[in-house]
């Protein structure tokens, strides 16, 4: 990724964690491409539908997307 992560969060309404960390890691580990899924980020709300959500920025431009968890999206970090 060209650029810097401002945000990550996994979860539903107002139950939602905080995995910037974790996707900082795998940001520095090389990945680029991302899915929602409980396994890798935790379940904040067990029975709900869930989706990732991150924030990036390329050259002063914020970006984000989205994936959810239970249509199999993914997405990648690019320059929007």
């Given at each position: 990724m060209?650029?810097?992560?401002?945000?990550?969060?996994?979860?539903?309404g107002?139950n939602?964690?905080d995995v910037t960390?974790i996707?900082?890691?795998?940001?520095n580990?090389?990945?680029k491409?991302f899915n929602?899924?409980?396994d890798?980020?935790?379940?904040p709300c067990?029975g709900?539908?869930?989706?990732?959500?991150?924030?990036?920025?390329v050259?002063?431009?914020?970006?984000?997307?989205?994936s959810?968890?239970?249509d199999n999206?993914?997405?990648?970090?690019?320059?929007?």
């Amino acid at each position: 990724m060209n650029g810097r992560l401002v945000y990550a969060g996994y979860g539903h309404g107002n139950n939602v964690y905080d995995v910037t960390a974790i996707v900082q890691k795998k940001v520095n580990d090389g990945e680029k491409t991302f899915n929602a899924n409980s396994d890798t980020y935790g379940d904040p709300c067990s029975g709900t539908k869930k989706a990732l959500f991150i924030v990036w920025e390329v050259n002063g431009r914020m970006c984000s997307g989205t994936s959810i968890d239970w249509d199999n999206t993914s997405f990648e970090l690019s320059p929007c």
